[in-house]
């Protein structure tokens, strides 16, 4: 199946073309990302202040009706107090740039964000005393950006898109002698986003701890470095035993699956419009596609309305969860009904599909407006 298909979900679903499943994880891909960096994720990150792994939930109901073993929901909703997978990144990120220096002083980071990479950034600075200076384009909500200055970082908006903000991250950087942490790689800029993707393991090293053992991981894209994350680590640990690693983007954000279609790292413009403002990127991050190009095994993109749909679905559940963090459960569910597709990816009753929940409600008023009820309402005080 080499060519993409439309499904009547609106997602659309393409095998990868440069899949290769028997190319060993060796020092090229140990370079970006290893067990063993993650090991050492794990020692810091479990260190912090309020660490605990964040829950892995059945979704029972799901998994009967998708015709599948079980479907685990890793809810990132509950890390720490950011309320998502992020926190893992961007703030370990930090904490390496200040022990490689020595220490905080003078130190002052800056990234661009569509609001959870730039909060777990500010609270990683705040933890080690570090100044953050963090970009927002035009559409990032008011909610979210301030959420990040809440953690005392100043919040500059800039015309355009995510892309358009990492440029101007970049440019005051370089004019002010200040640190880009950035969630994403460019020539000559990497060893960053590597801590920043690195720090993501600890997600899979909880989920196997948790017992999840997946034969099938349905993960959301935006520049592609989480699930380089999630793939590494089973690639790593189980080479070709590994589980299937399909990559979930918005329909209007789509540039991994863009990427897989035209056999390189390609870009997306435009306004990149999507309610799942964490995956509105239109350029992969160049260490993350390295990775995903010969290892992703498949990638689908989702209209909007599967992940509203996906949001409104897990409030019953008492799972409040954002746009963004919902898109790897949304896509598998709106393939999941299609034979073809189940049998491109060997989806059956045995399967074991893991979904990871990006992020809680991260903008309430949005999850609001999307689902009908309060966050807090849907997950009592811990929302
Ligand atoms: C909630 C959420 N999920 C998923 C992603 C995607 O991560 P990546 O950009 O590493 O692909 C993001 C990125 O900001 C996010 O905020």
């Given at each position: ?44 990150i479990?260190?912090?202040d ?23 929901y ?5 890390r ?34 569509d ?56 440019e ?83 540039c ?69 963090g ?22 059956g ?35």
């Amino acid at each position: 199946m080499s060519d993409a298909l439309r499904l009547p979900t609106g997602a659309t679903f393409l095998v990868n073309p440069a899949l290769d499943r028997d190319l060993a994880y060796g020092p090229e891909q140990r370079e970006i990302l290893s067990l063993d960096g993650g090991a050492a994720a794990y020692r810091a990150i479990s260190r912090w202040d309020g660490y605990q792994p964040t829950p892995l939930i059945a979704l029972e109901a799901m998994a009967r009706s998708t015709g599948v073993g079980a479907v685990l929901y890793k809810h990132e909703g509950r890390r720490f107090s950011l309320k998502s997978f992020k926190a893992l990144g961007g703030a370990y990120a930090v904490q390496r740039l200040v022990e490689q220096r020595g220490s905080a002083a003078g130190l002052t980071v800056t990234c661009a964000t569509d609001g959870n990479h730039g909060r777990a950034v500010a609270w990683g600075a705040k933890r080690l005393g570090v100044t953050a200076i963090i970009y927002v384009h035009e559409t990032v909500s008011e909610g979210r950006a301030e959420a990040i200055a809440a953690f005392g970082a100043e919040v500059r908006r800039v015309p355009g898109n995510y892309d358009d903000a990492v440029r101007a991250s970049a440019e005051a950087a370089a004019a002010n002698g200040w640190t880009i942490v950035s969630d994403t790689s460019w020539p000559g800029y990497d060893l960053i986003p590597r801590d920043v993707m690195q720090g993501y393991a600890v997600l899979a090293l909880e989920a196997e701890s948790q017992g999840a053992t997946p034969t099938h991981i349905f993960v959301q894209g935006g520049v592609g470095g989480l699930a380089a994350g999630m793939l590494s680590y089973y690639w790593e640990l189980k080479g070709a035993q590994r589980p299937v690693v399909v990559v979930v983007e918005p329909v209007q954000a789509d540039c991994l699956f863009q990427s897989a279609l035209a056999g390189r790292w390609t870009t997306v413009g435009g306004d990149l419009d999507t309610i799942m403002a964490g995956l509105a990127c239109g350029e992969p991050s160049e260490l993350a596609w390295k990775l995903l190009s010969p290892g992703a095994d498949a990638f689908v993109t989702i209209p909007d309305e599967r992940a509203a749909d996906a949001m409104r679905d897990l409030a019953p559940l008492g799972i409040a969860a954002g746009e963004s963090g919902v898109a790897g459960l949304a896509g598998f569910r709106a393939i999941a009904g299609d034979a073809r597709v189940r049998a491109a990816l060997g989806l059956g009753p045995h399967s074991r599909v893991l979904c990871i929940g990006t992020e809680g409600a991260t903008d309430p008023e949005i999850y609001r407006e999307i689902v009908g009820r309060d966050a807090s309402e849907v997950e009592g005080s811990t929302a």
